[in-house]
């Protein structure tokens, strides 16, 4: 998708029209002249190396510390270059590029300061070929004029070629020259980037336009081969990959950075809406299981993450039943042990192992979708595990008290102190076990409370691990039912979570507000409805 260039150019009262033609799409003239000797050795290298501060540190913040000031102009020199800025305009636009970049050279002499001229100096420097010395007054003009977009293109046009005669010199750089090289390339390389995200920003409409034209031709292709539908599919996505890196490259400044992201998004997330819409129109079972892959990366780009979630989980789900041969269980244990496989070679640097497990068959987005979710549903899992230790806190405090009110009654008199002794050892067990599980689950050395309670009993001895024993083996109580849950990944459907949510409010007026708490943070972190969600966030307000 390669953004058109702006209609809009350099327009001011004080300034005059800038040249009408671009150079861009004009070869550049075959019999030599200015600047059009070979780009090759360690010449060009030297060259760029030894300017004057014009390779910005920044791709939008060209200027020098170091440039001198602006040189004073006579109305008598400012005169004398309108005039050759003139002839210059009209040699150009007769395509007649070598007089047109002397004319320029005569008038940017007279009068450097007019960035008329230094923009027709940039062109006709550019259509000669001398595209370093193109790339230099293309950041001049851009110092002072940075949104003016035909010249972003224009310079972007100049940098890709810079870069690809880079690629050619790659080989012949001396060693010792390699790491200025290096650096040079990458300098131009952001520039070029930065250049890309911001045209392609301000062109978001017509990007979108051009894709709602598009759309309409694709239609044509349900009747292609499954090869030439994957290969336009391939396209658009290879496209829409390559907008999101775009978003991610650093701008002038934090306005800039948002204007360009959030375009970016606008483009990406219709992308993404067309291939969704291709491929669920399609007949191939192959493509048409694409939808749901295409929808999570688009709901990623509006910035819906819900929306996302719900796709990625049936890209999961789905990409589960495909590795376990139609079990998804077998299927998601399967990939655990490739991610396990996945961690360990990429840790140790074992690139061959790592792509010989990418090779084995994983199904199409799973990785993403695994990459995706996993730190959601980590956060939900903890938030569960946390809301439900507090609970349990809470009823451990609840049956102390009242079995020291027990101890205090007229039938116990005798036994008052060995039975509140008794009452307050055994609460000091559970309290002590709950308070080990939520470091663990804080510091992160585990997921979620079963593991915790799991870690405790393979790690610690004595009361630590019989009460860690106890509660795993419990299924008695709430509580225990909580504790299943931290430990359980998967979605809660609407009538279960009406079940829970109703229990929930029985548990805030007549039980215990912390336990209803937790049945709440269940509901909202397991359930995909967005309605029945915000009852239980209400629910949570309620009773804490």
Known sequence: ???????????????????????GVVAPPQDGGAGSQPFQGTQALDAILKKTGRVPTHPLTAKSDGKAADPEVTPAQAKKAEGLRAKAQDLFKKEKFK?????????????????????GF?????????????????????????????????????????????????????????????????????ELASDQATVFAHNADQQIDQLKVMEKSLAELHGKSKEEKAQIIQNLFAGASKMMALGAVPAADAKEQAFVQKELSR???AVFGTLSRFADADSEAEIKALKPMFDAYGAVAGGREDDAAAAFETVRRDAYKTLGGGDAAKGEKLFKEKIAKIEKFTAEKNQVELEKILKEGIPTGLIDAYTFLKPIEDARTRKISLATLDAWDAEIESTHASKAAKARSWYNAFSEDSMQNEAAKEARKGLDCNSTARKLLTDGKVATLKEALEYIVAH???????????????????????????????????????????????????????LAVAMYTVVQARCGDKAIRTQAEEGIKKAS
Request: zero cysteines; charged letters at 20%; aromatic letters at 4%.
């Open 267 to 269: 483009i990406v997330e």
């Open 460 to 514: 610690e001895t004595g009361d630590l691990n019989a009460t860690a024993k106890a509660a795993l083996a419990n299924d008695s109580t709430m509580v225990s039912s909580l504790i299943k849950y931290s430990a359980d990944s998967g979605t809660i459907d609407a009538a279960a979570a009406g079940t829970i949510l109703a229990q929930a409010e029985t548990m805030r007026i007549f039980v215990s507000p912390k």
């Open 1 to 23: 998708m390669t953004p058109p260039i702006p209609s809009r150019r350099v327009s001011s009262a004080s300034r005059k029209p800038i040249p009408q033609a671009s150079p």
């Open 99 to 119: 007089e047109a970049l002397q004319t320029y050279k005569q008038a940017y002499q007279a009068n450097p300061t007019d960035p008329n001229i230094v923009l």
């Open 122 to 190: 940039a062109m006709a420097t550019h259509a000669t070929g001398d595209l370093l010395k193109a790339h230099d007054l293309y950041n001049e003009f851009l110092e002072s004029n940075p949104s003016e977009m035909e010249v972003r293109t224009l310079r972007m046009e100049v940098n890709e070629g810079i870069l690809a005669r880079f690629q050619e010199m790659a080989p012949k750089i001396p060693k010792e020259q390699q790491e200025n090289f290096v650096k040079t390339a990458e300098i131009i390389g952001l």
